[in-house]
């Protein structure tokens, strides 16, 4: 029902720190999940059944998905705020004054990197600082990092966020995908990881979490664990494996800034500068639905109505045009 041990093992650096102590402690209860959604699914299911009177806080706004997975656990939820739609950055102050009025001991769903759906993340001394809070609150943090790598393009770097809380003593718990930085969407492998006070509540945290996959699941796929096991377990296939997702996350911040330069020539009377100080796959632009709704009609350039975009689907060959699309209909606004 856990999976693929060896897999887990290689996630859990990834996520925790090679060195970690808290790995050689024994003290991480860890399963093979179903991607990131099957792991927040089985936390939330976790979550449910054994502290059956506990919320999940959630930021606004988030991956829609996050709402049912939560929902059809029937944890009930609450949100905090996150989004400043003046700035389009964080709306901190707001975000901090949540966390301090939630119940303590409440439950917060963090986005470890590149946030979505909007690509904005907290800066470090921000994030020390939410650590911070939560720990005198004594929340209980539940990372979901489905793009570790696609921030910065390095790993390590997008685990920032998870690092200072596990400095500052956190018992947390984390999601993890291989969807995007392995391109392995279709396999659904990720992990989920519950960092428990010694080893003896590890083992039984993992034990609860196989009893909650059985009638579920059962077992997850195996074909998947074994790209990921065989690729990390390797150094030299590891080293390319970190080369090609630098690759890919410096192609992302490459249109993120070549998005903005054709915008500015255009003249755009719009600041458009939120392009390159978000991050990850996803730019939250801004735009109204009925914005998005001309870009579709007009152009046959597809986006969520929320205004976010794919910068994924940016390349240099179609980003000259979409400047000028996003320019007609955003210019007499
Ligand atoms: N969490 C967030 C924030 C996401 O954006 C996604 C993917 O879209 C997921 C989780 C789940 O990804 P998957 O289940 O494909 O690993």
């Known amino acids: 029902m856990g999976g693929s041990v060896k897999m887990v093992e290689e996630t859990l650096k990834l996520a925790y720190g ?3 102590k808290f790995i050689k402690d024994k003290r991480i209860a860890a399963v093979q999940a179903l991607s ?3 792991a927040c699914r089985l936390f939330a299911d976790f979550q449910k059944r054994f502290r059956p009177d506990s919320q999940i806080y959630i930021p606004v706004p988030t991956w829609a998905n996050h709402h049912n997975i939560w929902r059809d656990a029937h944890v009930p939820q609450r949100t905090y705020h996150y989004y400043h739609p003046e700035s389009k950055g964080l709306d901190f102050a707001a975000l901090m004054d949540d966390v301090k009025n939630a119940p303590n001991g409440s439950f917060f769903l963090l986005h470890a990197c590149a946030h979505n759906p909007t690509g904005v993340d907290p ?7 939410i650590s911070y809070q939560i720990k ?3 929340h209980f943090p539940f990372f979901d990092m489905a793009y570790q790598g696609f921030a910065s393009g390095d ?17 947390i718990g984390i999601a993890q995908s291989y969807a995007k930085n392995m391109g392995l969407y279709g396999q659904r492998v990720g992990c989920l990881s519950v960092l428990c006070e010694d080893e003896k509540q590890a083992i039984a945290v993992k034990s609860q979490l196989q009893q909650l996959a059985r009638p579920m699941y059962s077992n997850p796929p195996v074909h998947g664990a074994l790209i990921v096991s065989t690729i990390l377990g390797n150094p ?3 080293s390319l494996w970190l080369k090609e997702v630098k690759v890919m996350a410096d192609r992302i911040i490459g249109m993120r800034t070549a998005l903005r330069e054709n915008l500015e020539k255009l003249g755009s009377p719009l600041s458009w500068k939120h392009i390159t100080e978000q991050i990850g796959m996803f730019c939250y632009s801004g735009m109204t639905p009925e914005q998005v709704d001309r870009l579709t009609k007009e152009y046959h350039i597809y986006m969520t109505r929320n205004g976010r975009i794919s910068m994924a689907g940016v390349t240099t060959g179609n980003v ?4 000028n699309a996003i320019n007609e209909v955003t210019k007499s606004s």
């Open 155 to 171: 790993p390590e770097r997008d685990a920032k966020s998870i690092r200072i809380f596990l400095e500052d003593g956190h018992a």
């Open 36 to 38: 990131g959604t099957g």
């Open 18 to 20: 090679e060195d970690s």
């Open 123 to 129: 800066s470090e001394d921000q994030w020390r600082e």
């Open 236 to 238: 030299d296939l590891k």
């Open 136 to 138: 005198v609150k004594g």
């Open 320 to 323: 000259g045009y979409l400047a």
